[in-house]
């Protein structure tokens, strides 16, 4: 059975900082690429950070870049995001997920896998 289960998130003040994790389960989590989306209430799911599996390349929304940093330990089958220097448009809640279908990696529809989210609130 596939579990992504998110864990870390919470209520921290604007410039704080936190650490997401993402525990994978049942598949070969060394093998897929993964992301973080965020989706604040009334606005689509977004893009955050992605991680290649093969050579573990990353890339960052325009908005997070300098600030997050995203990284895998797949001896631990866990995904982390590391968010310094959070700020009140940080505030939402917090996906991650595993690239599954041969589309591009820009693509939502490309991950197939999904946690149930956690949520992140920022205080100003």
């Known amino acids: 059975q596939v579990q992504l289960v998110e864990s870390g998130g919470g209520l921290v003040q604007a410039g704080g900082s936190l650490r997401l994790s993402c525990a994978a389960s049942?598949?070969?989590?060394?093998?897929?690429?993964m992301r973080w989306f965020r989706q604040a209430p009334g606005n689509p799911r977004r893009f955050v950070t992605a991680?290649?599996?093969?050579?573990?390349?990353?890339t960052y929304s325009d908005s997070v870049k300098g600030r997050f940093t995203i990284s895998r330990d797949n001896a631990k089958n866990t995904l982390y995001l590391q968010m310094n220097s959070l700020k009140p448009e940080d505030a939402a809640v917090y996906y991650c997920?595993?690239?599954?279908?041969?589309?591009?990696?820009?693509?939502?529809?490309?991950?197939?896998?999904w946690g149930q989210g956690t949520q992140v609130t920022v205080s100003s």
């Open positions: 049942g598949f070969n989590f060394s093998g897929f690429t």
């Open positions: 991680i290649g599996w093969c050579d573990e390349s990353t």
């Open positions: 997920a595993a690239k599954t279908k041969l589309m591009h990696w820009t693509s939502i529809l490309a991950y197939g896998y």
